[in-house]
C-alpha cells in the first residue's frame, strides 16, 4: 500500500512539472508575441512619423524602439533610420555618434557604406551654424574641424566600398571640401606674410599645394609662395614659382572660379 502511494505521489509530481514547463513554455511563447508584436507596431509608428517628416517624432520611436527591443527584426534598420532622422532633425552630433555606433556594432553589415555616409554628410552640414548666413561668416578663415573630419569620413567611404552607390556623391563634396580646406590653409599663409613670416607662410602654401593638389585655391598657393620668396630675396625660387603661378593660371581660367560663393549644390535633401 505504501509503495502504492509512493508510485502515486511520484507520478503527481511528474504531472505537476510537466504542467508547470507547459505553462511557462506558453507564457515564453506569448511574451515572445507580445515583444514581436510591440517591435512592429513601434516601427509602423516610426516610419509613419519619418514618411510625414516628423523627425523629432520618428526620433523618440526609434529610440525606444532600439533601446527596449535591441534583437528585434526592425533594430538593425531603425538604428539606420535614427541616423537620418537625427540628421534630418540638425541633430550633426548625435547622427554622427549613432553612425559611429552602428558601425562598431556591425562591421559587416551591408549597409555600412550608408552610415559612413550619413556621418559624412553630418559633418559636412555641422560646418553651418544658423547665424553664419545672418553675419556673413567667412568658414574658410574658421578652423576647419569639421570640414576636415567630413573630408576623412568621404575618404573612407571611398577606399572602403568603391562601389558604393554614394562613392559618387561623396567625390564631389570631396572636391567642395578640399578647396574649402585649400583656402583655410591660404588664409593662414597671408595671415604670416601680413607678418613677415615668410618662411611659415611657404611652408603652409606648400601644405596646401600638397595636400589638396588640384584644388582651384592652389593657384593663390603659388602665387603666396612666390610673393614670399621674393621677399626672401630668393629671386630664382620666386621666378619658378611665379612661372608655375602664370602658366597653371592662363591654362584653365576656371580654377580661378570662386567654389565657395556658387550655388549650394550639395544640398541633395
Known sequence: MKQKGAVIFKNTQKIFFLISL???AACSKEEATDLRSSSELIYEKAKSSLDNANYRNATRYL????????????????????IYAHYRSSSFE????????????NPTHPRV?????????SSFEGQHEWYHDIFDVDLTKRPPTKTEEAFSVFSQ?????????????????????????AKYENHVA??????GAYVAAINRAKYALEQYNGSPSTIQSLEII???????GMTDLAE?????????QSKDPNLSIDIENSDPWYKIW
Open 94 to 105: 548625435e547622427s554622427i555618434d549613432e553612425a559611429k555606433q552602428f558601425e562598431k556594432e
Open 190 to 195: 597671408q595671415h604670416y606674410m601680413e607678418r
Open 157 to 181: 567611404l571611398i577606399r572602403r566600398y568603391p562601389d558604393s552607390i554614394y562613392v559618387s556623391d561623396a567625390k564631389q563634396r570631396m572636391i567642395f571640401l578640399r578647396n574649402r580646406l
Open 113 to 121: 557604406d550608408y552610415a559612413l555616409y550619413m556621418r559624412g554628410l
Open 240 to 248: 619658378q614659382a611665379e612661372s608655375i603661378y602664370l602658366a597653371n
Open 22 to 24: 507547459l505553462l511557462i
Open 63 to 82: 529610440e525606444v524602439l532600439t533601446t527596449s527591443f535591441p534583437f528585434s527584426n526592425q533594430a538593425k534598420q531603425a538604428q539606420l533610420d535614427l
Open 226 to 232: 612666390a610673393e614670399a620668396y621674393d621677399k626672401l
